[in-house]
């Protein structure tokens, strides 16, 4: 599902290599907290179950906006109608039984979360240890999980190394929609509404198991174990929240803010109250949003890039990280004052990753510079986040201005002061680089589809077996759209048998 699918324990690696390399970092790890510090309008810190943190500034990452709740910050949870901000896919009514959406909203007040759970195949002629199915489990909810794909294409969907597959799947899977309102209920509501997402997801990894065949079984050394009920194992240690608790910030970012300028294929650039472009992340999904059972229609925001569907891109601006009233806090992951419609594009890691990178840079800053988070010129924050020295960060999106490329600051810096000339179709016509190769190479034949935005190569040798090709590289994308007919090609780039697609970084 992503070019970027790694095991669990990899990134917590990772992480932890991070954490080390910073002597100015203390972490804590465990604590959940309790109470928000305030005085007055300002957030002074926060009182965990074990210490107490106080800080001129605090950032809100928890999953679901914790600290909003405690902190009794003016926070949004759930739908809102097409009144609010006239967004088109939005319900017209919340309470009307004659709006197609009624039933919808009554059910599922959020979209629903997921708890992933990873699977592994044990191999050819071997038998994985049985899942057992929970006490009163129905695999009926489950039946056509794989229809229209087949069981291999379905596993391979969230395949990671190792011959294990990572389970998050809409169709008839492990969504769990049941009772929402309980994920940010008291600890009772909590716990006894994870539970019943665990056993959800054991018991569609039992039907997988039972209909694909008792090799595949279930991960049980992917994560940690935690505690009984709780995650662990083959179970990921928190689900995948797809909707948080959402700010009420200086800004709200809307449906209308997220989709592609008419006749464009990229979001409008945001303006602050100054009239000063105020992006600072970039999100690129379509808006997709989970409701099990729902085919939930949204008005429309995908495009073909690189040999595959991705979503159009949209900018971010800061003001959605900044409570409307509340001074000395920040907010990041999916805590951001965005509608829930504009949620189901903004709530995608990529995204998220984004987010927490500019919330921590505009603390910093806020520090150096002893302001509040609302003083904090926006020109300021994008120039440190352009110049950072281990990871400059993008503020607008551009199809052809890759980081490496010499003119990517100075177009980026352009288009922050000067957003009238910023290009509705993303193009910026800049000098792309060539990529450095650190990957295998292929000689075969590059065919092109009768649509035009599909390719297909095949290796040489009589036992290759054609894939689609894709890129990220806009340069590539550039050549492979020029190809006409089909012809004989080396190819750079990287392989990947289970989606059977090829990244292509380079060809000749």
Same mark, same amino acid.
């Given at each position: ?27 804590v790890v465990g604590q959940r907290p309790q109470a928000v510090l305030r005085q007055g309008d300002r ?18 990452? %928890? ?11 003016? /926070? ?10 006239q967004e088109p896919s939005a319900p017209v009514s919340l309470t009307d039984p004659a709006d197609p ?21 044990? !191999?050819? !002629? ?30 391979? /969907? ?62 049980? =050394?992917?994560?940690?174990?935690? !505690? ?56 690129? /999904? ?28 949209? %900018?971010?601006? /800061? ?50 510079r002893q302001c509040q988070p609302r003083e904090l010129p926006v020109a300021v924050l994008q120039g ?90 806009? =340069? ?33």
């Amino acid at each position: 599902m992503s070019f970027f699918t790694y095991e669990p324990r990899v990134g917590a690696a990772i992480f932890a290599n991070w954490v080390k390399a910073l002597p100015n970092l203390h972490w804590v790890v465990g604590q959940r907290p309790q109470a928000v510090l305030r005085q007055g309008d300002r957030v002074l810190g926060v009182e965990f179950e074990h210490c107490t943190v106080r800080a001129q500034i605090t950032l809100d990452g %928890t999953e679901l906006g914790d600290l909003l709740a405690l902190g009794e910050i003016a /926070y949004r949870w759930g739908w809102e109608d097409q009144s609010q901000w006239q967004e088109p896919s939005a319900p017209v009514s919340l309470t009307d039984p004659a709006d197609p959406l009624h039933s919808v909203v009554q059910r599922y007040p959020v979209q629903a979360p997921t708890w992933v759970v990873v699977m592994a195949d044990y !191999g050819e !002629g071997q038998t994985a240890p049985a899942i057992p199915a929970p006490e009163h489990s129905d695999s009926s909810p489950f039946e056509g999980a794989w229809q229209g794909y087949g069981g291999e294409a379905f596993l391979n /969907y969230g395949r990671l190394p190792g011959d294990r597959f990572m389970l998050n799947w809409p169709q008839q899977g492990n969504d769990y929609g049941l009772n929402l309102n309980n994920v940010i209920g008291d600890a009772k509501a909590q716990r006894e509404w994870h539970q019943a997402a665990i056993a959800h997801s054991q018991a569609f990894a039992h039907h997988i198991q039972t209909q694909l065949g008792h090799r595949y079984g279930l991960a049980t =050394d992917t994560f940690p174990q935690v !505690g009984k009920g709780l995650g662990g194992g083959a179970f990921a240690l928190q689900p995948y929240y797809r909707e948080s608790r959402r700010l009420v910030g200086i800004t709200t970012v809307t449906e209308l803010d997220i989709l592609p300028i008419p006749g464009g294929q990229v979001g409008p650039l945001p303006l602050n109250a100054h009239g000063e472009m105020s992006g600072i992340a970039i999100g690129n /999904y379509p808006n997709d949003h989970h409701y099990p059972g729902v085919d939930f229609p949204l008005a429309p925001k995908s495009l073909r890039w690189g040999g595959r569907w991705t979503g159009t891109p949209f %900018t971010l601006p /800061y003001e959605a990280l900044v409570p409307e009233q509340v001074e000395g806090l920040l907010v990041c992951d999916k805590n951001l004052s965005v509608s829930h419609i504009a949620n189901g594009a903004t709530r995608l890691q990529p995204t998220i990753l984004g987010i927490g990178q500019v919330a921590g840079m505009a603390a910093a800053l806020c520090i150096e510079r002893q302001c509040q988070p609302r003083e904090l010129p926006v020109a300021v924050l994008q120039g440190a986040l352009l110049t950072d020295p281990t990871a400059p960060a993008a503020i607008l999106p551009c199809f052809d201005l890759a980081p490496g490329s010499p003119q990517w600051q100075g177009q980026q810096r352009q288009f922050c002061q000067d957003p009238e000339q910023y290009p509705q179709d993303g193009y910026c016509h800049a000098t792309i680089p060539v990529p450095e190769l650190d990957c295998p190479q292929f000689t075969g034949w590059l065919e092109p589809d009768p649509t035009g935005d599909r390719w297909q190569f095949t290796p040489h040798g009589s036992a290759s077996k054609p894939s689609a090709v894709v890129t990220l590289h806009p =340069d590539v994308y550039q050549q492979l759209q020029t190809l006409t007919a089909a012809q004989t090609v080396t190819l750079w780039g990287w392989p990947n048998p289970a989606g059977n697609w090829l990244r292509a970084m380079q060809i000749r």
